[in-house]
């Protein structure tokens, strides 16, 4: 199951939206709004190119081994506010190139998996695929955040084919399991979400430390049994950078 944060691109509202666009230096010329779109386009070629692959990915795991992978996948693109205030953020230009250069995860699909293993599998027989780069891997399951977070988070670079060729693109795909995923939605509320008293924002965040411990050693003791009863790969290692 596939679940979009928005709909397509509508190509008539974002012009509209660029056009509205001030940065005190005056509109984007016409030129820059057209040069936007087409890059917003390649982007989400790449998120669907990428959601495809690990649809297959989750059909063959089934027929091979009766076993699905996935749980489901989110996809979504930056807004045009989160991407300009992320490029203002960084003291860069408002321009496409500023984007294509330093903006690797304006193009995002989370893999929600059931286990640990069936994360590190997907993502290594994705990052095995022969038309796909490897950009960059952050593995916060054996490395967690100091608040507690654990993801697989990959970059990957995936060819998005235009009349003009094919056009390399990164893709940020988060993957990690249904447990680690109802963890970071919560500490994500109460970090973004919340006007809690200091006090009370400290004990919450604590106790969310202690709930991702205790997660983590019930999915060990889940990944265990699953392991006995069912014959999917086994893996334990991040995909490594091309």
């Not at 230096?25 to 390649?42: C, H, K, N, S, Y």
């Not at 998996?113 to 994360?119: E, K, L, P, Q």
């Amino acid at each position: 199951m596939i679940l979009d944060r928005q709909n397509r691109i509508n190509t008539t509202e974002l012009q509209t939206h660029l056009k509205n666009i001030d940065l005190g230096q005056g509109p984007l010329a016409p030129e820059q709004i057209t040069e936007f779109i087409d890059q917003m386009q390649v982007y989400e070629g790449a998120m669907y190119e990428i959601s495809t692959k690990l649809e297959i990915l989750d059909s063959e795991f089934q027929v091979r081994f009766s076993h699905n992978p996935i749980h489901h996948m989110e996809r979504r693109l930056k807004s045009i506010n989160s991407i300009i205030g992320k490029l203002q953020r960084r003291n860069l230009p408002l321009t496409v190139d500023a984007i294509k250069d330093n903006l690797f995860d304006v193009a995002g699909v989370r893999v929600i998996c059931n286990y640990r293993d069936d994360v590190y599998s997907v993502a290594n027989y994705l990052s095995a695929q022969s038309d796909i780069q490897v950009l960059r891997v952050k593995d916060y399951i054996k490395n967690p955040k100091q608040n507690g977070y654990r993801s697989l988070h990959v970059i990957y670079a995936v060819p998005v084919f235009l009349s003009s060729g094919p056009h390399y693109t990164p893709v940020e795909v988060q993957l990690r399991t249904i447990a680690m995923d109802y963890w970071a939605s919560l500490e994500h509320a109460l970090r973004y979400k919340t006007d809690l008293p200091d006090a009370k924002l400290a004990e919450h965040s604590q106790t969310l430390l202690d709930c991702a411990r205790s997660l983590q050693n019930i999915e060990t003791q889940m990944q265990n049994i699953h392991r006995d009863i069912n014959s999917a790969p086994q893996a334990g290692e991040a995909p490594q950078t091309s």
